[in-house]
């Protein structure tokens, strides 16, 4: 494949992996045949990898620069992504079911809002946080349809979850909640109940931040590290 061939088509299987499960109840009709965790499991490795197909693909399109990378650029993914990683620990299974990653069959309790007192949609918040830091070293047209694009899809669907939010829960929710506040770490309560929880996840978050920058260059071929 050459051009934007490979581009296109590693983009279409991306969102199509994400729209296409929704159609028909497909995604319902696959749970109940091989059950949630391994539709989950399976699912996930596949965005994963897709992902990781669509970052390779736009390193191989053709090179259009939009604007040239000063080295300080290098330090804002740097700075961004334990940040992004933290935030994707705390959203993985978060007890909300109102957002990506959240417990669909938790619920939702305003008395115990948990993680999500602090950040409403942390998975998505980590997306946008990721694409956004990695757009500004990246100039090029084809990076910049893609973290531009990850970056827009992920802000956009906050306020679909919403919605749907406020559909089933009303007031209670958004009172409870929040799309990004400290101020629960102020209260003691709030504390006992989620503080532990919260610091191995961020561990858990480091760790990966971790592991991904020292894999960086030999999975994406590119060396993260400020010049």
């Given at each position: 494949m050459t051009g934007w061939t490979e581009f296109i088509l590693a983009m279409a299987a991306f969102l199509g992996s994400h729209f296409l499960p929704r159609l028909g109840d497909l995604r319902g009709r696959m749970i109940r045949a091989v059950g949630r965790r391994l539709y989950f499991s399976a699912y996930g490795a596949l965005s994963l990898a897709l992902l990781i197909w669509v970052i390779v693909a736009?390193?191989?399109?053709?090179?259009?620069?939009?604007?040239?990378?000063?080295?300080?650029?290098?330090?804002?993914?740097?700075l961004a992504m334990p940040v992004a990683a933290v935030l994707a620990a705390i959203g993985l299974g978060i007890r909300q079911p109102y957002t990506l990653g959240g417990r669909r069959r938790a619920g939702f309790d305003a008395r115990d809002p948990g993680a999500a007192a602090v950040v409403r949609h942390p998975l998505l918040l980590s997306l946008a946080v990721w694409a956004a830091a990695h757009m500004v070293p990246n100039g090029d047209l084809a990076h910049v349809i893609l973290f531009g694009g990850f970056a827009l899809l992920a802000l956009g669907a906050m306020p679909v979850f919403d919605l749907r939010a406020r559909r089933s829960e009303g007031?209670?929710?958004?009172?409870?909640?929040?799309?990004?506040?400290?101020?629960?770490?102020?209260?003691?309560?709030?504390?006992?109940?989620?503080?532990?929880a919260l610091v191995l996840r961020a561990g858990v978050g480091l760790a990966l931040?971790?592991?991904?920058?020292?894999?960086?260059?030999?999975?994406?071929?590119?060396?993260?590290?400020p010049v």
């Open positions: 736009a390193g191989r399109a053709p090179y259009v620069e939009l604007w040239s990378q000063w080295p300080w650029m290098r330090w804002v993914p740097n007031a209670a929710f958004f009172e409870a909640t929040s799309p990004l506040s400290l101020a629960p770490f102020a209260d003691p309560v709030w504390r006992r109940r989620n503080g532990r931040w971790a592991g991904a920058l020292l894999l960086h260059t030999w999975v994406i071929g590119v060396s993260p590290y």
